[in-house]
């Protein structure tokens, strides 16, 4: 159970800026994360097990809560390099290149994680925007309605994928009607173009 809340604490840090994370995690029942203890412990962990996937992926995820793009990436990278089959690795540094507005190393790494779990709502959902953002409306609709089904047989607010790793599914919930409505005008206008 440590580590399923250490990957949710990972991951909610990683999709909000550092600033905004202690506050976010505080409104979640958690306590406010001192970065670089993280860090440190991070550190100390590879040291004893540098072939560490997990404490590598930890590593990642406190530089970029401390503002450290290129060493969060090259942490992140050396993460799923170690265990190539767990996707938490690939969704994680989505994250971070989605706050630097990295558009084709997003896309690259939804498809990557999604080779390793197309049953995952949080990728599909993702995944759909990315190609909202490209204008292939029918793909992203399809992505959307993908993501409904997948999150529609979820129970609670989290999905765990085959690997146990956790994602927030609550805002998937909330949002995807919205995003299928809105891109299937979008194909439909497109449609009657033709």
């Not at 938490?88 to 190393?105: S, W």
């Not at 049953?119 to 029918?138: C, D, I, M, Q, S």
């Not at 909330?174 to 439909?188: M, T």
């Amino acid at each position: 159970m440590k580590l399923f809340r250490i990957a949710l604490l990972a991951f909610v840090s990683v999709l909000c800026r550092a600033e905004d994370s202690p506050f976010l995690l505080a409104q979640n029942g958690n306590v406010t994360v001192d970065w670089k203890a993280e860090l440190a412990k991070a550190k100390a962990s590879i040291e004893k097990n540098p072939k560490s996937a997990f404490w590598h992926n930890q590593a990642g995820v406190a530089y970029n809560a401390l503002g450290d793009f290129e060493n969060a990436v090259k942490e992140l990278q050396l993460a799923a390099k170690l265990d190539p089959s767990n996707p938490i690795d690939d969704y994680v540094l989505y994250a971070v290149y989605k706050r630097k507005g990295m558009h084709l190393e997003q896309r690259n790494l939804l498809l990557d994680a999604l080779e390793k779990d197309p049953k995952n709502p949080f990728g599909r959902y993702e995944f759909a925007f990315v190609l909202e953002t490209e204008k292939h409306w029918a793909d992203s609709l399809r992505e959307y309605q993908t993501a409904k089904l997948l999150v529609a047989n979820v129970k609670g607010p989290v999905y765990i994928d085959p690997r146990g790793n956790p994602y927030d599914v609550d805002g998937i919930r909330e949002e995807v009607d919205k995003a299928i409505d809105r891109v299937a005008k979008l194909n439909e206008s497109t449609q009657h173009q033709k």
